[in-house]
T-cell receptor
Framework: TQLLEQSPQFLSIQEGENLTVYCNSS?????LQWYRQEPGEGPVLLVT?????EVKKLKRLTFQFGDARKDSSLHITAAQPGDTGLYLC???????????FGTGTRLTVIP | DTGVSQNPRHKITKRGQNVTFRCDPI?????LYWYRQTLGQGPEFLTY????????KSRLLSDRFSAERPKGSFSTLEIQRTEQGDSAMYLC??????????????FGPGTRLTVT
């Protein structure tokens, strides 16, 4: 069974704090995407990583893909209330045509 | 670029009724995917189309579910004889797949189905 685990499941922090969420699997991904989803809406694509060791930055968000392409992390600097939402990682395994999603990290940033 | 659209956004139906959802993908995208998301879970893959051909179905797609993409543009997902366990958010996504590309899927806003 191919499992994609995200941690923590829930995270509540004060505005201005930094945080990191993790996405781990025992299998190698051909690519990995991070999405943010708000209640009642579809996931919105934040970033795609493909190469082992790759680091991408999107304003205050930094995404890292593990060297072995089995894990990834999302770091948010100086969190803001607008960052509140469900953060989902989704991986594509070699030869797969669909994405396999983790259960997500639900982030709440308190003003 | 208007993004992926889905209709209706919400549907409440009684157990045993049939429902149909529509998805309009991003116009130049050749692949279209259907996912289902239940409360507290990430989306789960149901099926996908390459142009008008349905190329893969998940084990989650029971015989009561059928999807079509007749002209390679919009797609419909029909659920027959709905059950309470079908209550979920049904998400559509599209992507442009070509040599060396196609990792990124763009999602619509979803259709929230409630079966009473």
């Amino acid at each position: 069974t191919q499992l994609l685990e995200q941690s923590p499941q829930f995270l509540s922090i004060q505005e201005g704090e930094n945080l990191t969420v993790y996405c781990n699997s025992s299998s190698v991904f051909s690519s990995l995407q991070w999405y943010r989803q708000e209640p009642g809406e579809g996931p919105v694509l934040l970033v795609t990583v493909v190469t082992g060791g790759e680091v991408k930055k999107l304003k205050r968000l930094t995404f890292q893909f593990g060297d072995a392409r089995k894990d990834s992390s999302l770091h948010i600097t100086a969190a803001q209330p607008g960052d509140t939402g469900l953060y989902l990682c989704a991986g594509a395994w070699p030869g797969a045509n669909n994405l396999f999603f983790g259960t997500g990290t639900r982030l709440t940033v308190i003003p | 670029d208007t993004g992926v659209s889905q209709n209706p956004r919400h549907k409440i139906t009684k157990r045993g009724q049939n429902v149909t959802f529509r998805c309009d993908p991003i116009s130049e995208h050749n692949r279209l995917y259907w996912y289902r998301q239940t409360l507290g879970q990430g989306p789960e893959f149901l099926t996908y189309f390459q142009n008008e051909a349905q190329l893969e179905k998940s084990r989650l797609l029971s015989d009561r579910f059928s999807a079509e993409r007749p002209k390679g543009s919009f797609s419909t997902l029909e659920i027959q004889r709905t059950e309470q366990g079908d209550s979920a958010m049904y998400l559509c996504a599209s992507s442009l797949v070509s040599v060396g590309q196609g990792y990124e899927q763009y999602f619509g806003p979803g259709t929230r189905l409630t079966v009473t």
